[in-house]
């Protein structure tokens, strides 16, 4: 099987699984969600995860995603902590994977984080309102994902020029598809908010699972 035949598959399931939310068919959600997840774990495989530092550190934080992909399909406050705790994890696995290729600590590290964190800020005070008892488990979940998008941009391309953009663009899409989820949660839950965030965060998960090719 090859990658792009993986890719496919996980963008079928993906489109499978936005008919079912539109449905409010839980059953087939259960179905697909995981199914979806486990497509990109099986593409960090087939791409060579386990034979670099940074494909193993990769590999742990989609497995740590694929959990918090299954603890959302339910409802509830509990569930959802679970949910996030396992995508607060799986970001802090990123990082390490960004280290393990990163670049010593720059202005141009300094320069960044103010970019990044100008945006998150504005999010969490978007948000503050509506965020009641998770005020506190999401700022702190902002500065991990803010944290990772960080570091992705600290890392080195394999030819050395550089970022290692794949692995940037996993990581800044997959801090973009967390307003979805946020705002679904927090805001107003509406399909709308599924439409464009899954895709995205599907997307971001491929991208981080072929970056294991470096």
Not at 94 to 117: Q, R
Request: charged fraction near 10%.
């Amino acid at each position: 099987m090859t990658a792009g035949i993986i890719i496919i598959i996980c963008a079928a399931l993906v489109s499978a699984l936005l008919v079912a939310d539109h449905r409010g068919d839980q059953q087939l959600k259960w179905l697909f969600k995981p199914a979806a997840s486990v497509a990109f774990i099986i593409l960090a495989f087939h791409d060579g995860a386990l034979g670099t530092d940074y494909g193993r550190w990769i590999l742990v934080g989609l497995v740590l995603c694929l959990a918090g992909d299954v603890f959302l399909i339910a409802r509830g406050p509990i569930v959802f902590l679970a949910g996030m705790s396992a995508f607060a994890l799986g970001h802090l696995a990123y990082i390490g994977a960004f280290a393990v290729i990163g670049s010593p600590p720059s202005l141009m590290t300094g320069i960044t984080l103010l970019a990044v964190s100008a945006p998150v800020l504005l999010i969490l005070r978007w948000l503050w309102p509506h965020l009641g008892a998770f005020r506190y488990p999401v700022a702190v979940y902002c500065l991990i994902i803010s944290l990772m998008a960080v570091t992705s941009f600290g890392t080195r391309s394999p030819d050395g020029d550089g970022p290692y953009w794949l692995a940037v663009a996993g990581a800044v899409s997959f801090a973009i598809s967390d307003i979805s989820v946020a705002r679904d949660q927090f805001v107003r839950r509406e399909f709308f908010n599924r439409l464009w965030g899954l895709p995205l965060y599907y997307a971001a998960q491929l991208l981080l699972a072929a970056s294991v090719s470096l």
